[in-house]
Nanobody, 119 residues
Framework: VQLQASGGGLVQPGGSLRLSCAASGSIFSINAMGWYRQAPGNQRELVATIASGGSTNYAESVKGRFTISRDKNTVYLQMNSLKSEDTAVYLC????????????????WGQGTLVTVSS
C-alpha cells in the first residue's frame, strides 16, 4: 500500500491550498483517512480525519477554515484563510485492511508535503 500526497506549496497569509492524497496497492478496505502536520521543533499533530462513513474530526485550530473530504481511496484537505502558524509538513494517513496485514487495520503514511504560509 502506498500513499502519494500532493498540493503543498508557498501561499500568502489568507490564501488557500488544496492537498490530495491517493492510496493505492492491495487494499481491501480503508477504515479512515486523515491529515496530520509537523512543524519544525514540534510534535506531529492531528489536523483532520474522515471515517469510512463520512464523519469528520478537526483540530480546534483549523475548524471553520479547513475541510476534509474523501472520494474512494483519495483524501483531500481544502485549506482556506491560511495563517503563518499553519506552516508545516502535512502528512496523510490511511488505516487500511489488506491481505498483507491479514485484513487487520494498519496505519500507512504518505511522504509528506510542505505547506509554507508567508508573505
Amino acid at each position: 500500500v502506498q500513499l502519494q500526497a500532493s498540493g503543498g506549496g508557498l501561499v500568502q497569509p489568507g490564501g488557500s491550498l488544496r492537498l490530495s492524497c491517493a492510496a493505492s496497492g492491495s487494499i481491501f478496505s480503508i477504515n479512515a483517512m486523515g491529515w496530520y502536520r509537523q512543524a519544525p521543533g514540534n510534535q506531529r499533530e492531528l489536523v483532520a480525519t474522515i471515517a469510512s462513513g463520512g464523519s469528520t474530526n478537526y483540530a480546534e485550530s483549523v475548524k471553520g477554515r479547513f475541510t476534509i473530504s474523501r472520494d474512494k481511496n483519495t483524501v483531500y484537505l481544502q485549506m482556506n484563510s491560511l495563517k503563518s502558524e499553519d506552516t508545516a509538513v502535512y502528512l496523510c494517513n490511511a488505516r487500511v485492511r489488506s491481505r498483507t496485514t491479514s485484513y487487520q487495520p494498519y496505519d500507512y503514511w504518505g511522504q509528506g508535503t510542505l505547506v509554507t504560509v508567508s508573505s
